[in-house]
């Protein structure tokens, strides 16, 4: 008797020190965090381990100009002078495209990245917002077609009248380099915020997952908290950029049928896995899509989770997220199906 409880003390104390040691460990774990701006947005970044904020920064200014649209030495804007010749680009732009390819056919082109005539139409390029015309519509819609891109090795050819901006791609796929660069050098923790959308190296320190918020679209409390891994968390949303003339609102997501800002069944759709230029295209044409291309989508992808915010309040969430998800201002969740 005496023995089994200086044993059950032995054990309270060798627990009680294992809960020191992990504390410390944990503890010793530095945590660094820096803001940058790039891509025309605000960049967070926080490591553990050791400040790589150069690594990082390096890595923005290195994608920045080979996708922007508006530095004219980039892959882009050559691809956009090219007067419909072949040009030759660098590995990442090909990658981009060819992502951004699948994205558009997956979508059947409401994620299509020669809509850049019609987004310039409506100012969103230079903040001079304007509405268009119908006839100004139909005239910039002519040489949207995403399908008329050839991409071979590193060639790539548009036709003359085309012209594609990568903006609604670029960001998740900048975040899935920096992952990249940051595992090399040895980081296995880190979080990365482009302007909002989160790409996650690792886990915590501790071994545990990442919290992150998801924003409200109308502002004021965030909408949920999700539990993640490493992956990348892209959100696309009409609340992001949008001008208001005469009483009525217009945002920056373009329907390539219409035209005109999507009409669509959500106020935000975060996409989460594994690649984030996919995660960031994705957002974007299941904003576009609404319901309908989420659920033909989620029926032959599994490894992709989406989580929408409906017109009328509502998360509809995949299976496979909906237990990772804590409610805040959302009060009323579903599984998509
Ligand atoms: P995101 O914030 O990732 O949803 O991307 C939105 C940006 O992508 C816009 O500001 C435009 O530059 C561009 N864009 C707008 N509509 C589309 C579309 N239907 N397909 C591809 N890119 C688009
Ligand atoms: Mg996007």
């Not at 999507?262 to 935000?268: I, M, P």
Request: proline letters at 2%; one cysteine or more.
């Amino acid at each position: 008797m005496k023995n089994y409880s200086a044993l059950k003390l032995k054990l309270a104390m060798l627990l009680v020190l294992i809960g020191i040691m992990l504390n410390l460990s944990s503890c010793s774990v530095q945590e660094y965090s820096s803001q940058l701006y790039a891509m025309n947005t605000v960049v967070e970044v926080k490591f553990y381990g050791s400040d790589e904020t150069q690594i990082v920064s390096g890595e923005l200014n290195r994608i920045e100009k080979l996708l922007s649209v508006t530095n004219e030495n980039s892959d882009i804007s050559k691809l956009n002078y090219a007067q419909g010749e072949s040009v030759a680009v660098s590995d990442d732009t090909v990658k981009v495209l060819e992502t951004a390819f699948e994205i558009y056919a997956d979508s059947h082109g409401d994620f299509d990245p020669s809509i850049y005539p019609v987004v310039k139409l409506w100012g969103f390029t230079t903040d001079n917002y304007n509405v268009p015309d119908n006839a100004q519509i139909t005239s910039a819609l002519k040489n949207v077609d995403f399908s008329k891109i050839e991409i071979s090795d590193n060639s790539v050819r548009i036709p003359a009248e085309t012209e594609i901006d990568l903006g609604g791609i670029a960001k998740g796929y900048a975040g899935q380099c920096i992952r990249d660069v940051l595992k090399d050098s040895g980081i296995t923790s880190a979080i990365i915020s482009i302007g909002g959308n989160v790409q996650t190296v690792g886990n915590k320190p501790d071994g545990s997952n990442w919290t992150i918020g998801l924003k409200n679209p109308d502002g004021g409390e965030k909408l949920c908290d999700i539990k993640v891994g490493e992956c990348s968390v892209v959100t696309s949303g009409g609340y992001e950029r949008y001008f208001e003339m005469d009483g009525k609102t217009y945002h920056h997501i373009i329907d390539p049928d219409t035209g005109r800002p999507a009409e669509s069944d959500f106020k935000s759709v975060t996409v989460i896995c594994d690649d984030g230029a996919r995660a960031d295209g994705l957002s974007t044409a299941l904003y576009v899509g609404g319901f309908d291309l989420v659920k033909e989508y989620i029926s032959s992808h599994s490894d992709v989770e989406v989580i929408a915010y409906t017109v009328d309040d509502k998360l509809a969430v995949t299976q496979g997220i909906y237990d990772k998800i804590t409610l805040c201002f959302a009060e009323t969740i579903e599984i998509i199906g």
